[in-house]
C-alpha cells in the first residue's frame, strides 16, 4: 500500500480493529504525558539566563543613530505576510512604506531558521508566493530553508522593500495620535516614527519556545535553539558536514518538525547523538524530487492560484476532478479532518467510521516505522500511539532511517526531562552527559494572542491596549481590524476570527491583498481616519461565536500538543475562532473579503476626512 493513500475504513490497516483497546491504549499513552507544569516556558524577552537566545548568529548588529520621521504605512514583520502587504501596497501606489523587525533581514520564519535539512513541508509550488510575478520555479517539490529565503528577498528586492527598513529594530510602543490621526510608533533603538497606516504581520509561529526544565542554567556545554543554529560552534552549513561536531555528545530536545529535519545532519557529524523524545510525531513519506523542466513548461498563467485553490478544497473536503499536490496532506489530513459519509448514516456511526479511518492511517505510519526501522526497540519507542488529529503531522524521508545509526540513542521521555545537570540531561535517574544541547522545541501555538505575537504595547483610543480590548477573546472586523484601533490593519492568523490554512501563504496572499486594496481606496477616498463600527464587529464576532464547534471531548483525549491547547482544549475561547466551522470557511471569507473590497462602500466602517 501506498504509505501516502489514505486507507479506506475496515481495510488494511484497520483488520481486526477494536475500538474499545484502541482508546484505552491512545488514553494510556496520554495519561503518561499529562503532568503537571508540561506546558511552562521561559518568557525569553527577559530571562536572566537565555534571552540571549533570541540574539542573531546571522547577520552582525550595525549601530546607527535614531530615525524621526513621518511616513505612510509602517509594518511590522518582514516575513512573508510582511513582504506581501508591503508589495500590494507598492502596487496601490503608496511610496513610503517602512518594515520594522527584529531580525538583520527580511524572511521572518525563514530568515531565522537556518538548522542543517531546514524545509517546508507544504509543496513550494503552493507555498513560496508570487512565483509568477518573479518567473520563478523552485529547485525541488519541497524546497530547502535557503532557497524560501532567497525566493523572500528577490520579493524584498522588486518592490523595494529594504531601503526604508529598520532591521536589528523592535517595536516597543504603538500609540494612536488623536489630533494627527497618525500611530506613533517607538522602538528599543530610540526611533520615533509616525504612521497613517499600521500593519501588524508579526507570524504565527514568531516566538521560540523554551520549556522550563530544573537545571538549565547549569549546564557547562554549549545550548542554542534551532531558531538561532549556532554554525560558529557546529561548523559548516545548510548542506555541509557539521565538522565542529566531531568527537562530540549531542543532546537533542524535540521532536517535532525542526527536530526531525536535524536528526540526519546531526547524526552524521557528532560522535553520538541523544535525541529526547516525549511523544513521537506521525511522520509520513515526504517524496521529494527535483522539478522536472516538463513540469514548468506545462504551466499557464493563474496556475499558482489554481493551484493553492485546488489544495485548499482537498482540505476542506470538496470535490476535485484532479489531486494537483498529491502528497500526504491530502491523502492523510484532508482524509481525518472530513470522513466520507454515506447517506442514512448516523451521527454515531459516521463518528465510529472517522475513528476508523483515523486508525488506519495511524496504523500505515507505525508499519512504516517498524520497515525503516530495524532496532525493535527504537521502533516501538517512534511509534505515534494517538489519533492523526490530535498532533502536527510531519513528513520525512531521512528521518527514520537515521535512528538505524549506532551512534544514536532514542531517549523516551513522555513525562519530560527531570532535570538538567552541568553534564547534560537526567531522564529516569540516568545521566546523560553531552557537550552541546540543542533545544528543537518549536514554537508558541499558533493560537497565542496577537498582543502577545506582537510584543509591544498597541495603544489605540482613549489609552486602551489592544490586550486590554482582547482579553476576553478576540473582538474584530474579517478578523483584519479592530475597533477602538483606528487604521490598524491586522494579517489574517489562527486565532483572530479569520480562518486557518495549511498553506499559511495562502492566506498571507489573501490578507495582503486585501490591505493594499483597501489603504489604496481609502486614500484615493482622502479619508484619513477609518475605525470599525460597534455593530459590525458584534456581528462578526458573533458569526465567529455560532460557527464555533466545541471538540474539546474528542480532543482531550489527544496526546497534549500544542494542537489541543496542551491537553486542555476545554479552555479555548469561542471568540477566538474561525469565519465557519473548523478551521473555517476560507471560499466564503475571501469571497466576503473581495466583494467588500469591489463594493468601494467600506462596508462596516466609520470614515473621517478632516482636511477635505
Given at each position: 500500500m501506498d504509505p501516502r493513500r489514505a486507507p479506506t475504513a475496515g481495510a488494511d490497516g484497520a483488520a481486526g480493529y477494536d475500538p474499545e483497546a484502541v482508546r484505552a491504549k491512545y488514553l494510556a499513552e496520554r495519561d503518561k504525558r499529562l503532568v503537571p507544569g508540561r506546558a511552562e516556558i521561559r518568557d525569553l524577552r527577559a530571562d536572566e539566563h537565555f534571552s540571549h537566545y533570541r540574539d542573531d548568529p546571522f547577520t552582525p548588529f550595525v549601530e546607527r543613530d535614531p530615525v524621526t520621521d513621518v511616513v505612510d504605512v509602517v509594518i511590522v514583520g518582514g516575513g512573508i505576510a510582511g513582504l506581501l502587504a508591503g508589495a500590494r501596497l507598492r502596487e496601490a501606489g503608496i511610496e513610503r512604506i517602512r518594515i520594522i523587525d527584529l531580525a538583520g533581514g527580511v524572511g521572518g520564519t525563514w530568515y531565522w531558521n537556518r538548522y542543517p535539512g531546514v524545509m517546508c513541508d507544504v509543496e513550494s509550488y503552493t507555498y513560496m508566493p508570487m512565483l509568477e510575478e518573479l518567473g520563478y520555479m523552485p529547485t525541488r517539490r519541497y524546497a530547502f530553508g535557503e532557497e524560501i529565503l532567497g525566493h523572500l528577498e528577490a520579493i524584498a528586492d522588486k518592490f523595494d522593500l529594504v531601503a526604508g527598513a529598520l532591521f536589528h529594530t523592535g517595536v516597543t510602543r504603538a500609540e494612536w495620535d488623536e489630533e494627527a490621526a497618525r500611530w506613533r510608533i517607538r522602538t528599543d533603538r530610540g526611533d520615533e516614527v509616525g504612521c497613517r497606516w499600521y500593519v501588524l504581520a508579526v507570524g504565527i509561529l514568531n516566538l521560540m519556545k523554551l520549556p522550563t526544565i530544573p537545571g538549565m542554567e547549569e549546564f557547562a556545554g554549549r545550548s542554542f535553539h534551532t531558531a538561532r543554529w549556532d554554525y560558529e560552534y557546529t561548523g559548516g552549513g545548510p548542506h555541509e558536514p557539521l565538522t565542529g561536531l566531531a568527537g562530540k555528545a549531542v543532546a537533542l530536545i524535540g521532536t517535532g518538525a525542526s527536530g526531525i529535519q536535524c536528526v540526519?545532519?546531526?547524526?552524521?557529524?557528532?560522535?553520538?547523538?541523544?535525541?529526547?523524545?516525549?511523544?513521537?510525531?506521525?511522520?509520513?513519506?515526504?517524496?521529494?524530487?527535483?522539478?522536472?523542466?516538463?513540469?514548468?513548461?506545462?504551466?499557464?498563467?493563474?496556475?499558482?492560484?489554481?493551484?493553492?485553490?485546488?489544495?485548499?478544497?482537498?482540505?476542506?473536503?470538496?470535490?476535485?476532478?484532479?489531486?494537483?499536490?498529491?502528497?500526504?496532506?491530502?491523502?492523510?489530513?484532508?482524509?481525518?479532518?472530513?470522513?466520507?459519509?454515506?447517506?442514512?448514516?448516523?451521527?454515531?456511526?459516521?463518528?465510529?467510521?472517522?475513528?476508523?479511518?483515523?486508525?488506519?492511517?495511524?496504523?500505515?505510519?507505525?508499519?512504516?516505522?517498524?520497515?525503516?526501522?530495524?532496532?525493535?526497540?527504537?521502533?516501538?519507542?517512534?511509534?505515534?500511539?494517538?489519533?492523526?488529529?490530535?498532533?502536527?503531522?510531519?513528513?520525512?524521508?531521512?528521518?527514520?532511517?537515521?535512528?538505524?545509526?549506532?551512534?544514536v540513542t532514542l531517549v523516551d521521555?513522555?513525562?519530560?526531562?527531570?532535570?538538567?545537570?552541568?553534564?547534560?540531561?537526567?531522564?529516569?535517574?540516568?545521566?546523560?552527559?553531552?557537550?552541546?544541547?540543542?533545544?528543537?522545541?518549536?514554537?508558541?501555538?499558533?493560537?497565542?494572542?496577537?498582543?502577545?505575537?506582537?510584543?509591544?504595547?498597541?495603544?489605540?483610543?482613549?489609552?486602551?491596549?489592544?490586550?486590554?480590548?482582547?482579553?476576553?477573546?478576540?473582538?474584530?472586523?474579517?478578523?483584519?481590524?479592530?475597533?477602538?484601533?483606528?487604521?490598524?490593519?491586522?494579517?489574517?492568523?489562527?486565532?483572530?476570527?479569520?480562518?486557518?490554512?495549511?498553506?499559511?501563504?495562502?492566506?498571507?496572499?489573501?490578507?495582503?491583498?486585501?490591505?493594499?486594496?483597501?489603504?489604496?481606496?481609502?486614500?484615493?477616498?482622502?479619508?484619513?481616519?477609518?475605525?470599525?463600527?460597534?455593530?459590525?464587529?458584534?456581528?462578526?464576532?458573533?458569526?465567529?461565536?455560532?460557527?464555533?464547534?466545541?471538540?474539546?471531548?474528542?480532543?482531550?483525549?489527544?496526546?497534549?500538543?500544542?494542537?489541543?491547547?496542551?491537553g486542555h482544549p476545554e479552555l479555548l475561547n469561542p471568540r477566538n475562532g474561525n469565519y465557519g466551522r473548523g478551521l473555517g470557511d476560507w471560499f466564503g471569507y475571501r469571497e466576503r473579503l473581495e466583494q467588500w473590497l469591489v463594493a468601494g462602500g467600506f462596508e462596516g466602517l466609520e470614515l473621517e476626512v478632516r482636511s477635505g
Open positions: 540526519p545532519p546531526l547524526a552524521e557529524s557528532a560522535r553520538h547523538l541523544y535525541v529526547f523524545q516525549r511523544t513521537p510525531s506521525a511522520i509520513g513519506v515526504r517524496g521529494n524530487r527535483p522539478t522536472a523542466p516538463e513540469f514548468a513548461r506545462s504551466l499557464e498563467p493563474g496556475w499558482q492560484r489554481a493551484r493553492m485553490d485546488n489544495f485548499q478544497a482537498i482540505m476542506m473536503g470538496r470535490p476535485v476532478e484532479v489531486d494537483l499536490v498529491d502528497d500526504g496532506w491530502t491523502h492523510h489530513f484532508a482524509a481525518v479532518q472530513h470522513p466520507p459519509r454515506q447517506p442514512g448514516t448516523t451521527m454515531a456511526e459516521y463518528l465510529r467510521t472517522g475513528e476508523e479511518l483515523d486508525y488506519s492511517i495511524m496504523e500505515a505510519h507505525r508499519r512504516r516505522v517498524n520497515e525503516l526501522v530495524a532496532d525493535p526497540v527504537k521502533a516501538d519507542i517512534l511509534k505515534p500511539y494517538y489519533r492523526y488529529v490530535c498532533k502536527r503531522p510531519c513528513f520525512h524521508d531521512e528521518y527514520l532511517q537515521a535512528c538505524n545509526s549506532t551512534n521521555c513522555p513525562g519530560g526531562i527531570e532535570r538538567i545537570t552541568e553534564h547534560g540531561p537526567v531522564v529516569g535517574g540516568e545521566q546523560f552527559e553531552v557537550d552541546c544541547i540543542v533545544y528543537g522545541t518549536g514554537f508558541e501555538a499558533e493560537l497565542t494572542p496577537l498582543f502577545r505575537r506582537a510584543g509591544h504595547e498597541i495603544v489605540g483610543r482613549g489609552g486602551v491596549t489592544l490586550g486590554q480590548k482582547w482579553a476576553d477573546g478576540a473582538a474584530t472586523l474579517f478578523g483584519m481590524m479592530s475597533r477602538g484601533f483606528p487604521n490598524l490593519f491586522v494579517m489574517p492568523a489562527p486565532g483572530q476570527q479569520a480562518v486557518v490554512t495549511v498553506n499559511y501563504t495562502q492566506l498571507a496572499v489573501l490578507g495582503a491583498e486585501f490591505v493594499g486594496g483597501a489603504i489604496g481606496q481609502l486614500r484615493l477616498r482622502g479619508v484619513e481616519v477609518f475605525d470599525v463600527s460597534a455593530k459590525a464587529e458584534e456581528s462578526w464576532t458573533q458569526k465567529v461565536v455560532d460557527s464555533y464547534v466545541d471538540s474539546s471531548t474528542m480532543m482531550s483525549a489527544c496526546t497534549p500538543s500544542r494542537i489541543n491547547n496542551e
